[in-house]
């Protein structure tokens, strides 16, 4: 949990006695368990959780996080906002993807289970799995009216299993031409990706190029590529998402590109999208 916002003092309080005077978890450490998978297989699985930023807040100051993602606090992803630790941020390759949670023993749990999507990442080792969720996220699990009480729990058990990211209809995949970007590096955020939530490979194509260029991962949500010759727009992006889902978005960044400009695209996964070897 990491606040020291006036909203959340009293949470603070309660949290504290869990906390050593180095301000971690006491208790041993506890190894991150193994990569959740895109199965989507039913099965819940065990995990703590802990909360930060204001008590109906999105979690960072600035409504973002690690994964590069700006404005958490807006629709779609309506402050229902995670930090993850290795198994769930894996080191950003995780950004996006989806998980219902639901608190497990308290009293003011409510047993329904909600959705949060990853945004940022802890590095705690309080357990094998560790949400760091919004205050928004961590009250939505409470009984009606007990959302502040639940929060002044600090920390809580709950179960949680990945599933499909949805979006509301109409709703395509969205490119960010990051700042700084030029005809020599370019870099690119990728948000709004339905179904697995994360990109696990992004390849570029120039419009006069037959071929696909590998883009390497940089942090976060963000790809790039660095070139020696100056490339021209516009540029074609492939996307393939964790379980091996493949799109590609056609001269989706236009030849006059700027950069810190939002491109939108006419592509969205789905559960028919065919896995299939790139081409």
Not at 12 to 29: E, H, I, K, M, N
Not at 51 to 68: E, L
Not at 220 to 244: C, H, M, Q, Y
């Amino acid at each position: 949990m990491r606040s020291s916002m006036p909203g959340v003092m009293a949470v603070a309080a309660v949290v504290l006695a869990a906390l050593t005077p180095g301000g971690s978890f006491s208790g041993p450490d506890l190894p991150p368990g193994p990569n959740v998978t895109t199965d989507y297989d039913g099965r819940w699985l065990l995990a703590r959780a802990t909360w930060y930023g204001q008590p109906t807040g999105a979690g960072p100051d600035d409504n973002g996080g690690a994964c590069g993602i700006k404005d958490v606090n807006l629709p779609p992803y309506n402050a229902m906002s995670s930090c993850g630790n290795v198994p769930l941020f894996k080191d950003g390759k995780g950004c996006g993807s989806c998980y219902e949670i639901k608190c497990r023993a308290a009293a003011e749990c409510s047993g329904e289970p909600v959705v949060v999507v990853i945004t940022d990442m802890n590095y705690g080792h309080v357990s094998p799995y560790y949400f760091d969720l919004s205050g928004t996220a961590f009250g939505s699990m409470a009984k009606p009216g007990l959302n502040d009480q639940l929060r002044h729990r600090g920390i809580i058990d709950l179960d949680f299993r990945r599933v499909p990211c949805k979006y509301p209809g109409g709703q395509n995949i969205v490119f960010h031409v990051e700042e700084g970007s030029n005809p020599f590096y370019l870099a690119v955020l990728v948000k709004f990706v339905a179904v697995d939530g994360n990109i696990v490979q992004a390849d570029l194509k120039e419009k006069a190029s037959p071929e696909w260029e590998p883009m390497n991962h940089s942090w976060g949500t963000i790809w790039r590529t660095d070139t020696v010759k100056a490339r021209r727009g516009p540029f074609s992006l492939r996307l393939t998402s964790e379980s091996g889902k493949v799109l590609v978005a056609t001269d989706v960044i236009p030849e006059n590109w700027q950069p810190n400009t939002v491109y939108n695209s006419n592509i969205q996964f789905s559960i028919s999208t065919p896995c299939r070897a790139a081409a």
